[in-house]
């Protein structure tokens, strides 16, 4: 988006994927315009301010000049779960119960097939151990037990622990973790155990961060409380020093605003958070939240989040408003109790290598990817493995000189040389048709993936509205939505940078969840009320303290008030939130409680006759940020011109066929482009097939529909 004149940039929001970095601005009238620059895995400040100028470069000025203007600053991005997953954290020691120094190796039997294919689940005998995160001789056992009502049914040995820590100490850790059984509950031992490592590194003269599960992540779950835990001190504390070179970056270039990160319950937190694991998947999160802020201004009750970048399709739902958060996700392999928004996430990207299996001779799509090197099309990236952009390309989609607005020139002769080789020639088909095949073959995964989530919530496709973003999404939403019956698909002109708007249009809010064990019956309200008063009590006030710590005063905070329930018996709960205005009133809980279990599972299978429970609390602390607001353009009557033509290959036509190709920008509200066509720009590009329509609204949103005039 170009706004006239000169625009006073306020705030900016950085989605750094594995494939790209995206910049988002908003100005001081909620105008907006998207960055996107390599992402540059080495030193991501690089891709950063690269990207930044892009963004600016767009409205006629320089970091230097706008900086100092910008009062709020988000980033997103996925170099701690890159750290998490190729083992590349701190070196860490660990002090558990005693009995317990082999949870790592034991693992939970669901851990060992997470992120397997239904095939494999099946067969025992492709199951596998995680890598440990701490090796054997580095987890400690010592003896001490709180039951599970929190007394102590055996006093904390603490000349074991003396011993523990010299050994760790001695053995040079970075960081020492302490998670001991019931810790949620009464944290008593834990805090002990802080106290005496602390006592021995101030003898020492050491500083060793000392990271307590009950401190960070006190929930219920052994083994999801010490593997956040753990992932807390390997890879998010490294990570810290990484966001603040990030932070002295923009800094260094006139920047006055603290750098926040995105966080995976929906909001945006400070780089010194004690809690930053909560950020361990932050781009695809953003883009949920920017569809949920969409729809809000929309008026959709339900929609479809669909985001295609270059090494995944991630998917997740927003209901009448609401983004479904999951208590104990599972992230790279891991069970962890950081309560995130609701994503599945799948390894299909425009970078997904393809390959024919030798034996079978099938093509098989990712889950590996190219990322930043995009594909055997761009000689320096040094791929040698076809991918879905060397396909896309072939089939006339891309403009091999206009990738990244012309700053990145791919080669369709050494692509078409790469699939002839590795795909077509293995198949016995013709270049063209191989990589047609391979395409479709790519978009109808996602088809499919898409609907599963929305039939297995009990609704139809009709139900939804879908919205596509994501630097691929556009190129391949026409495939992916064909004959799946959605309410209406959308893309944004500037669905590249979704992710990144989304940053921009989180809060400035903190998550603190709390176990809690809570029995409820109608007639019995008053007595649960209190507890829960002094449940959220606790938490507000570290929420309070969180932003008191970042300059953020008490009267700026508001509060929300949730907790998790469930038939008393039954074995899965539900969030529901507090209504803001009472939020003790328990009578009003429970109902909500019943109208959304009616809605997700069956009024036919409630049981309120045994009564409820609240298995957790929580509170949202935010604070309010600048948020962009959406373009409104002036309708035209006029029609849409070409800037040119090609030949693209169209699965619907099976040949290919000389194409009209539109300049995005060109492209005016009220205006149609009638399928088959091409819609470029710098970050992306709408593929609209044969008997498909896409028409530009008033908020600059494509809407792609069946042609009604053709056949």
């Keep these: 988006m170009n706004p006239a004149a000169k625009s006073v940039p306020r705030v900016i929001a950085y989605d750094a994927g594995g494939t790209m970095t ?140 003396r011993q523990a820590t010299i050994e760790l100490l001695d053995d040079g850790v970075e960081g020492i973790v302490v998670c001991l059984l019931q810790s949620f509950v009464n944290d008593a031992h834990e ?82 958070s004690s809690e930053l694991a909560r950020t361990l998947v932050s781009g695809p999160i953003g883009g949920v939240v920017g569809a949920r802020y969409l729809a809000d201004a ?35 392999r891991f069970l962890l109790n950081l309560p995130m928004v609701e994503i599945e996430s799948i390894g299909a990207g425009t970078g997904s290598h393809v390959r024919i299996d030798p034996t079978s001779n099938r093509p098989e799509i990712g889950p590996d990817s190219a990322g930043a090197r995009i594909g055997t099309a761009w000689p320096e990236g040094g791929v040698e493995t076809v991918t879905v952009t060397d396909l896309n390309l072939i089939l006339g989609r891309l403009n091999a000189d206009y990738f990244l607005g012309g ?30 095949g391979i395409v479709d073959l790519f978009e109808e995964q996602l088809r499919y993936a898409a609907l599963a989530r929305v039939l297995g919530k009990g609704y139809s496709a009709f139900d939804y509205t879908l919205f596509c973003y994501g630097g691929g999404g556009p190129l391949h939403v026409g495939g992916y939505t064909r ?97 803001e205005e009472r939020p003790d009133d328990v009578g009003a809980l429970i109902d909500r409680f019943e109208e959304l279990y009616a809605k997700i599972y069956a009024a036919g299978a409630s049981s309120p006759e045994l009564g409820y429970a609240i298995t957790s609390v929580a509170v949202v602390a935010s604070a309010p940020v600048e948020k962009p607001a959406l373009p409104r353009e002036e309708l035209t009557d006029a029609e849409p011109q070409p800037k040119g033509s090609r030949a693209v290959w169209w699965s619907e036509l099976g040949d290919a066929q000389e194409t009209p190709i539109f300049e995005q920008d060109d492209v005016r509200a009220g205006q149609s482009i009638v399928g088959p066509a091409i819609v470029e720009a710098p970050s992306t590009t709408l593929a609209v097939p044969p008997r498909r329509v896409a028409e530009l609204d008033t908020h600059r949103i494509f809407h792609l529909h069946d042609d009604a005039g053709k056949d």
């Design 191 to 272: 805090r002990r155990v802080g106290e005496i490592v602390a006592e021995l590194q101030a003898e020492r003269g050491t500083g060793v961060p000392v990271f307590l599960s009950s401190q960070l992540y006190p929930l219920r779950g052994d083994l999801p409380r010490l593997n956040s835990t753990l992932i807390e001190a390997y890879a998010a504390e490294p990570s810290r020093h990484q966001l603040g070179r990030l932070d002295r970056a923009v800094d260094a270039a006139g920047a006055g605003f603290d750098l926040r990160v995105m966080a995976a319950h929906g909001g945006t937190i400070s780089i010194d």
């Design 407 to 436: 700053a990145v020139t791919l080669d369709m002769e050494r692509a078409r040389d790469a699939v002839k080789r590795q795909v077509a020639d293995p198949l016995g088909l013709g270049i063209e048709e191989a990589a047609g």
């Design 298 to 332: 929309l008026d959709l009750e339900r929609v479809v989040c669909s985001d295609i970048g270059g090494t995944s399709f991630d998917l997740a739902l927003v209901n009448e408003g609401e983004m479904a958060i999951r208590q104990t996700p599972d992230i790279g």
């Design 483 to 579: 004959g799946a019956g959605y309410a209406d698909v959308i893309v944004p002109t500037w669905a590249a940078g979704f992710s990144a708007f989304g940053c921009a249009c989180a809060d400035f809010s903190y998550r603190f969840d709390q176990t809690y064990s809570l029995g409820l019956r109608r007639g019995e309200e008053a007595a649960a009320a209190e507890k829960l008063r002094n449940a959220w009590a606790t938490l507000a006030e570290r929420g309070v303290e969180a932003f008191e710590r970042g300059g953020v005063g008490a009267e700026q905070v508001s509060l929300k008030r949730l907790v998790r329930m469930q038939y008393a018996g039954q074995l899965n709960d539900i969030e529901v939130a507090a209504s």
């Design 22 to 161: 995206d910049s988002f601005l908003v100005d001081e009238a909620g105008a907006f315009v998207v960055g996107k620059a390599q992402t540059t895995p080495d030193d991501e400040s690089r891709g950063l301010l690269e990207s930044t100028a892009d963004a600016l470069g767009q409205w006629g000025t320089t970091a230097e000049e706008a900086f100092p203007s910008i009062v709020s600053g988000v980033f997103s991005g996925t170099a701690m779960l890159n750290r998490l997953l190729e083992r590349k954290g701190l070196r860490i020691g660990c002090i558990v119960s005693g009995g317990l120094e082999d949870y790592l190796r034991l693992e939970r039997g669901l851990q060992t097939w997470l992120g397997m294919t239904y095939a494999d689940r099946l067969h025992v005998t492709t199951h596998y151990h995680n890598e440990p995160l701490v090796p054997r001789d580095r987890m400690k056992g010592v003896r001490g037990r709180i039951d599970l009502f929190g007394k102590e049914a055996m006093p904390l040995y603490e000349d074991e622990v």
